[in-house]
């Protein structure tokens, strides 16, 4: 148990020492790419660019939980677990799904294809490309916990709601976090032909978008 424990806490260290790591080097670091077109008293609408990511899907969990396991296997990746060998740069913010079962995402640098990424040493770690999107941001301040998740969840969906003549917002299963305090929200215009069109999704960070 005691094993387990303090397997757990490197974990947990190395998972906030990236997130800071991050945080302070962010010139330096390839960042997901997106423009601002509104900006509202506590959330913003953002337009975010096509991209690729690699992801690993986690079974229901409390966020540290889940963001721990999901840290672990994504930088396992990046910091050589694959075929090659090969180290691949770090990219922010860390991204996670808000369904019943999580789904935790690393941007992959846009030097990469599809095609030209090594395989994974551990199965459950895929690829993945992200259409472009249009969601609802808000930002909070402080790491986040399954509390404060909830709280700007709601508060999101509550303005959201009140501007559903503009923004039709798709539902809980439609929201991600950021792992820089951000909550996304996919949105749908009234003038998309196609309601559930991907270009036109939204997406949650450990803030709130």
């Not at 690993?56 to 721990?68: F, H, I, N």
């Not at 860390?94 to 095609?115: A, G, I, N, R």
């Not at 039709?168 to 215009?189: H, N, P, R, T």
Request: net charge negative; glycine share 6%; charged share 25%.
């Amino acid at each position: 148990m005691k094993t387990i424990l303090i397997i757990l806490g490197i974990l947990l260290l190395a998972f906030i020492a990236f997130q800071l790591y991050a945080m302070k080097g962010q010139s330096g670091i390839e960042t997901y790419p997106y423009t601002v077109e509104e900006k509202f008293d506590n959330f913003e609408i953002r337009s975010y660019e096509a991209s690729l990511f690699t992801m690993v899907k986690l079974p229901p969990s409390e966020y540290k939980t889940a963001s721990g396991q999901g840290f672990r296997l994504l930088a396992g990746y990046i910091f050589g677990g694959n075929e090659s060998n090969e180290k691949i740069a770090m990219t922010s913010p860390v991204q996670m799904s808000l369904e019943d079962s999580m789904t935790m995402m690393f941007m992959v640098p846009k030097q990469y294809k599809k095609e030209d990424l090594p395989k994974p040493n551990q199965s459950q770690v895929k690829f993945h490309e992200e259409p472009e999107k249009r969601v609802a941001a808000i930002t909070f301040g402080g790491w986040a916990d399954d509390d404060k998740i909830e709280r700007y969840k709601k508060e999101l969906i509550k303005a959201l709601e009140a501007r559903t003549a503009k923004d039709k917002y798709l539902g809980q299963e439609d929201l991600m976090l950021m792992m820089q305090e951000e909550i996304l929200a996919l949105l749908v215009s009234p003038e998309a032909k196609d309601p559930d069109a991907l270009h036109v999704e939204f997406k949650e960070t450990p803030h709130v978008v």
